[in-house]
């Protein structure tokens, strides 16, 4: 009896100790997703700060972002200003990453082969000089030449699979 005792008890050990450590990789995983995100948010926020050239604009993007990513947001958001150009702020500007909470709402889904990561956060009714539907805004993300890049920027009304192709 007791030796089945210690092996239940074993098990039971050896399966909270699995769970505990598959969820801190899980959320140094999750840190690491957020972290690029946040950065390439950062590098398109920076591009507000002063005028540049078109070409130090696309350097300053292309660690973080896709080439295709990098032409629809500098056509839709930089402008000609004196001294060179820059993005203009918005409340609802295109392809910009999204206000995510970066917490228990916001979600990395990766698919099979690990060489795509989506970041996806259900946004809530808004108010105010912009109003929208509850919504899921998401970034997709490839591993290209080792370095994960931004591929897209959507705006969905239904919530991603967990297991995305």
């Known amino acids: 009896m007791k030796k089945y005792f210690f092996l239940f008890t074993a098990a039971l050990i ?6 505990s450590s598959a969820e801190a990789k899980g959320k140094v995983h999750n840190n690491n997703t957020f972290g690029i995100v946040q950065e390439a948010f950062n590098k398109q926020v920076s591009i507000s700060e002063k005028p540049r050239t078109k070409k130090e604009i696309h350097d300053i ?32 500007a295109a392809y910009y990453i999204p206000f995510f909470s970066y917490g228990t709402k916001t979600k990395v889904i ?4 690990r060489s795509i990561k989506y970041v996806q956060e259900k946004m ?5 000089p912009v109003s929208y539907a509850p919504h899921y805004e998401t970034v997709k993300m490839e591993k290209i030449s080792g370095k994960w890049k931004v591929s897209a920027i959507s705006i969905n009304s239904r919530k991603l699979p967990a297991a995305a192709k």
């Open 14 to 19: 050896a399966m909270a100790l699995s769970f």
């Open 61 to 92: 993007l292309d660690g973080y972002f896709t080439e295709d990513v990098i032409k629809k947001f500098m056509k839709q958001n930089v402008v000609k200003v004196k001294g060179g150009y820059a993005a203009l702020g918005s409340d609802n």
């Open 124 to 128: 809530q009714a808004g108010e105010g």
């Open 110 to 113: 990766e698919n099979q082969k």
